[in-house]
């Protein structure tokens, strides 16, 4: 079955764990192992955090989160879509590098997108500088016997 | 989070019982130095097995704690992290200096 939810949060740091309950809420009927539902909510918790620490570095905004259950060819996939209107990525491939932290100083591990793109199957970057970042992440969670 | 710190054994055990992301490490990480600097230790063991939660900001969390204990000659231990946490220590380089138990 399909489904959906939409949320839309302010960009401050508490919402992180919001962000995170919710997507563990909405994937509460779905069959995973904990081991699957963690990795989704550390991938989730990892894009909103970026969204908000380096998204949303001067001005304020919001994160929108879509997050959506799909069935396609008889395989069960979660789509979570982490949207800001912030300042954007100058270097997506400086950014997804491991250990790379534009923020050294505030100990930062600079794993947020090797974690997302370890944990989920796929992770699409679509940044606009000063227009904001959208990522969209995918992860394959079963196959529909039939 | 709980502390204890054991004289004899020049000890200092703190419990986490918090999920750690990036919006409670920046508490974490100034409570858990102040016990550092304030005891000077050998050893400081960071309890995990109550917390059910971390993302890479915890990474980032460990490692500057291990950075201040290494300056003041004091060993970091983490103690009884959960699989998926397990998982992200073993990802990121930290987990070949900190002991793991």
Redesign the interface.
């Given at each position: 079955m399909n489904n959906k939810i939409e949320l839309i949060v302010n960009g401050i740091?508490?919402n992180?764990?919001v962000v995170?309950v919710c997507i563990a809420a909405f994937l509460a009927k779905q069959n995973i192992t904990i081991?699957e539902l963690?990795?989704i909510?550390?991938a989730v918790?990892?894009a909103v955090?970026n969204s908000?620490?380096h998204g949303y570095v001067e001005t304020k905004g919001n994160v929108n989160v879509i997050a959506k259950i799909a069935n396609v060819d008889n395989m069960v996939f979660l789509v979570v879509e982490v949207k800001d209107n912030g300042i954007g990525i100058q270097d997506v491939g400086l950014a997804t590098t491991p250990?790379y932290t534009s923020k050294p100083e505030?100990?930062?591990?600079?794993?947020?997108f090797?974690?997302m793109e370890?944990f989920m199957d796929e992770v699409v970057i679509d940044s606009t500088i000063g227009q904001g970042t959208k990522i969209t992440m995918t992860k394959r969670l079963r196959t529909v016997k039939e | 989070m709980k502390y204890k710190y054991i004289d004899i054994e020049n000890k200092l055990l703190i419990e986490l019982n918090e999920e750690i992301d990036i919006d409670t490490c920046t508490t974490l990480r100034s409570v858990v130095d102040g016990y550092i600097l304030k005891y000077n230790p050998r050893e400081c063991e960071l309890d995990m097995e109550k917390v059910n939660f971390m993302d890479s900001s915890g990474i980032g969390f460990i490692a500057g704690r291990y950075n201040l204990a290494k300056m003041l000659g004091c060993d970091l231990v983490i103690k009884k992290p959960n699989a998926s946490i397990r998982k992200l220590l073993e990802m990121s380089s930290i987990s070949k200096n900190i002991k793991v138990v």
């Open positions: 740091l508490e992180v764990s995170r081991d963690s990795d909510k550390t918790s990892e955090t908000i620490e250990a505030l100990e930062h591990a600079g794993m947020g090797t974690i370890t | -």
